[in-house]
């Protein structure tokens, strides 16, 4: 049956951010539905962000159209442009390459929920207020002057 059952599958709030940035997504919970669902072409991901929490830290990819679908709740969406309310039945793209780095904030009272469309992670990835640069396909996190990030993935 095409229906998910979104109960079935499981839910977490991992990331591979190293833990002096982690702690802001540690409040983002989400369900890869692609792997669930058999689809293997694009990425697909249910997201539940609580009050206070960020989707990601603010990035843009280089090879990675991402489109954000909002279904319940409000967020706020940081970027170049500045801020934007978005709301349920609201839709922010995400050109690949663009440069514009992105990212959801919670600020309401209550949990918003949206859904996530891009490719699994394998394309280089930046992070403008960070100074991180995530190599696709490595895992690899350098700073701007090349060094590494000091840290294990947990």
Known sequence: MPKLDLDQIPQTNATGYPPEYAVQVKERWYRRLAPASGITDFGVSHVVL???AWSAQRHWH???????VMIAGEATLVDDDG???MRAGDVAA???ND????????????????VAIGRPAVTDCHYPDIDMHLFAGTGRQKRKDGSDFDWETK
């Open 83 to 85: 801020r934007t309310p």
């Open 50 to 52: 609580k009050p206070g």
């Open 99 to 114: 440069g514009n780095g992105h990212m959801l904030v919670n600020e309401s009272d209550a949990d918003c929920v949206y």
């Open 62 to 68: 280089e090879g990675e159209d991402e489109l954000v």
């Open 94 to 96: 995400f050109p690949k």
